[in-house]
């Protein structure tokens, strides 16, 4: 590799763009909606085989099986067991309350926040699949880079298409007021020697209890409310969030098949993994499977994660990811952002995921240098996990940037590795 392929112009990108959005196009109208282990999931991945085989030397699948409930029952879990532990606290049973309080605690943090199969074992799971492909180093093969997207699309959040922020701040905030007052209250009776006593509430002499009491009694229409967060009636079909970063992936490969430009010591693998939005279930599977061969120290493997490509006043290099839990590779981050300059975009920023996670995150646990690119308004936009993504809001500067910005990281990492 030489610096004259990283200074290549990248001429004609009309052309991929429309690939992009023309394959995207052909899935949402042949498959609709893919929810993990759906028959449109199963349908998608033979589109997605079938141009994995024609762009790269080697394409396969990987089964692996997931739950695509689990992981977002935690809200309407959570919001059961908050109004469950009112119930018990207002009829005197403060000790059971903190208890069951403590326990929606835990499925919150461990599902949410670190991304756990903690509920998956009451949810039946569905068979689906990772879609690979491999184009080949010309001459020996030094490196390797993983450019890996989502092929799954979410169950609607309901009051992200009705209200908005607005409207998911609401059922955030009050769920967090609810479970610190639920916790509050029941130690505070508690330390009154009140962990099992049907007057702790109505025998009328404590003030504070009753404020305790009256307060998650408001809060319960909110846990009402909660428990229809998700709709799971209605997968959504996921135009941006994920066939984006897929064919964005792939479109790459395509670019330098197309241009014969061959890159002698660097590995490319596409990974179009599943079960994204049920808790990154298709990326950790890869990662834990591939594991041994990706952390070899005789090749240099970094993975570069590209995620719901729409907002180009929101393009963002994810370091913090899952909740901030995890941290990614600074340096894979720098080459993306070094990327991102070679192409012309200075407008894109690094930092930490507001909420959620990337696919990133599964190959930095897994020890695999990693970071993400992603472009979405973290407010968070209209069409994040609604009915609004759809193939008619594909937003063609945008995806033109995020190939390039794929393109110039490929070959720049070609150039320099992570040194």
Known sequence: MNSDKLGLPLDNMEQYTDFITQKIKKVCKKCGPRAAGSEGDKKAKKYFLEDTKALCDEAWTED?????????SWVPVGAVLV???????????????LLITLLTVFFIVSEFFFYKE?????????????????????????????L??????????????????????????????????????????????KAFAPSVVFGGNNTAITVFAILM?????????????????????????DLTGCYVSLAAVKYLKDNNINLENTEIVVALVGGEECGLRGSKAFAKKHRTEFTDEGIETV????????????MKIILGDMNGTVKNDKRVAGLIKEGAHLAGYDNVSVGTIDLGSTDAAAFSQAGIPAASF?????????YYHTRLDTEDILDEKTIEAGLKIALKTILLFDEKGLD
Do not use: Q
């Not at 692996?64 to 977002?72: L, Q, W």
């Not at 992603?374 to 209209?382: G, I, L, N, V, W």
């Open 64 to 72: 692996f099986r997931c739950s695509d409930k689990a992981f977002m």
């Open 83 to 97: 109004i469950l532990s009112t119930l018990l606290f207002i009829f005197g049973m403060p000790a059971l309350s």
């Open 118 to 146: 903690t509920l998956d074992v009451f949810f039946r799971k569905k068979d689906s699949a990772n879609v690979i492909g491999k184009v080949k180093a010309s001459g020996e093969t030094k490196k390797r880079i993983i």
């Open 148 to 193: 890996c997207g989502h092929t799954d699309s979410a169950f609607e959040w309901t009051y992200t298409y009705y209200g908005g922020r607005a409207a998911v701040a609401t059922i955030i905030v009050s769920a967090v007021v609810a479970l610190v007052t639920s916790i509050a209250g029941s130690i505070t009776a508690i330390a009154m020697g």
């Open 217 to 241: 009694l408001c809060l319960v229409p909110f846990m009402i409310v909660a428990l229809f967060f998700c709709n799971y009636r209605r997968p959504v079909t996921g135009a941006n969030d």
């Open 303 to 314: 993975c570069v994660a590209f995620d719901t490509i729409h907002d180009f006043d929101f």
């Open 374 to 382: 992603t472009a979405m308004d973290p407010a968070p936009a209209r």
